[in-house]
Structures are given as C-alpha cells and as structure tokens.
T-cell receptor, first 116, second 114 residues
Framework: GAVVSQHPSWVICKSGTSVKIECRSL??????MFWYRQFPKQSLMLMAT?????????EQGVEKDKFLINHASLTLSTLTVTSAHPEDSSFYIC????????????FGSGTQLSVL | AQSVTQPDIHITVSEGASLELRCNYS??????LFWYVQSPGQGLQLLLK??????LVQGIKGFEAEFKRSQSSFNLRKPSVHWSDAAEYFC????????????FGTGTLLAVQP
C-alpha cells in the first residue's frame, strides 16, 4: 500500500541551530501535505497545510518564519525548524494525500525533536 | 468553531471486556470521520473511517464505529479487548464545506488490565 516516509525518526540538536525534517510519499503523488505537532500526552495539533508548488497555509499561532515548509515536488515536503529552542522539542508528524480526496490519506512515522 | 471532543481522557478495561470510546464533533455538514490508534512514540495507524453510506463501519483489529448524525457522534467499539489494544486512540474529523483540514480530538488513553 501507499507509504509516507518521514526522516529522521529522532534528532537532537543544540539550541539556536536549524533542523530539517523530510516527508516523502513513496508510491503516490502527494498533492497536499499536512504537518502536525504533538506534545507528550497530548493530541496532534495541525501546524500547516501545503499544496505542491504553493506556499503553505499556517494555522493561527504557528510562526511561519520559524517553521519553514517547502513542498516543491509531488513526493517531498520538508519542515525546517529554524533557530530551534528547547520549547520546540516535540513530536512532529507529517501526512499526505493525493488529489482524489480524503480516502487516501497516509501518515509518516513521526520525528522526535529534542533541543538542548 | 469546529471541534472534536473525546470526553474520556483515560479508560481502563479488563482484558476480554467490551470497549466503547466516545467521540463527538461539531460541524454543520456531514463530516468525514476517522479513528486512529497510536502506540507510545509511534506514528498513527488508521482503524477505520466513515465518509457516507452504512453508518456502522467495520475496521481492522475487530474494531467498529457507528456514525449517529442526531447525536453528532462516532463512537468506537470492540466486543472483546486484548492486552495489545492498550494505546492512545484519536478520533479525527474533516469538516464539511470548504474545510480542508483533518482535526484531531484530544485522545483517549486505553489501559487493559489482565
């Protein structure tokens, strides 16, 4: 079946550095990708929605200059956490769907980010 | 505002007992409805989904859910719980109209007693 590959699975970085997380659709064209953030023992909060070739749409309260999203191709979206700080430590999950709608929606396995 | 509510934060059941996890939503139109399960530190696994048609939906691992429009609910059920079902369960909804977002409920943590 369709798979979304997310890398890295976990990353530790120093405060002030930037971290890039990749989300790839392996056997379908991901026209829309979503990025979520999950704090421990909490739910998934939608950060942004990106359509291939367009600028991402960010949810209220999400800093677009801090969380840079690129969706330049139909198989790859990236989330870059710029100038990371300890409060950015979280579990980040991407999901992707094709143009047929919500019937084909797939999630990555998530990335645990720890900022020291 | 659109919302998804899972009233039970934590549920404990005995192995072999039946299970029902509640989910309520507030949307004007008939939404698309999903149930996901998440093990600690893991991604999400889709249990089942409802878009239209028969309001009783069968999923994987013996789970089922029933869409009740009059109650704005989509409760998840399983007749006999196994120890391996212990995990976090999330109800998620795509609202109607021009909404293009999958919104998650707060989750229910299921513990299974031997």
């Amino acid at each position: 079946g369709a798979v979304v590959s997310q890398h890295p699975s976990w990353v530790i970085c120093k405060s002030g550095t930037s971290v890039k997380i990749e989300c790839r659709s392996l056997d379908f064209q991901a026209t829309t990708m979503f990025w979520y953030r999950q704090f421990p023992k909490q739910s998934l909060m939608l950060m942004a929605t990106s359509n291939e070739g367009s600028k991402a749409t960010y949810e209220q309260g999400v800093e677009k200059d801090k969380f840079l999203i690129n969706h330049a191709s139909l198989t790859l979206s990236t989330l870059t956490v710029t100038s990371a700080h300890p409060e950015d430590s979280s579990f980040y999950i991407c999901s992707a769907r094709d143009s047929t709608g919500w019937g084909k929606l797939f999630f990555g396995s998530g990335t645990q980010l720890s900022v020291l | 505002a659109q919302s998804v509510t899972q009233p039970d934060i934590h549920i404990t059941v005995s192995e072999g007992a039946s299970l029902e996890l509640r989910c309520n939503y507030s949307y004007g139109a008939t939404p698309y409805l999903f149930w996901y399960v998440q093990s600690p530190g893991q991604g999400l696994q889709l249990l089942l989904k409802y878009f239209s048609g028969d309001t009783l939906v069968q999923g994987i691992k013996g789970f089922e859910a029933e869409f009740k429009r009059s109650q704005s609910s989509f409760n998840l059920r399983k007749p006999s719980v196994h120890w391996s079902d212990a995990a976090e369960y999330f109800c998620a909804v795509v609202g109607g109209g021009a909404t293009n977002k999958l919104i998650f409920g707060t989750g229910t943590l299921l513990a299974v007693q031997p």
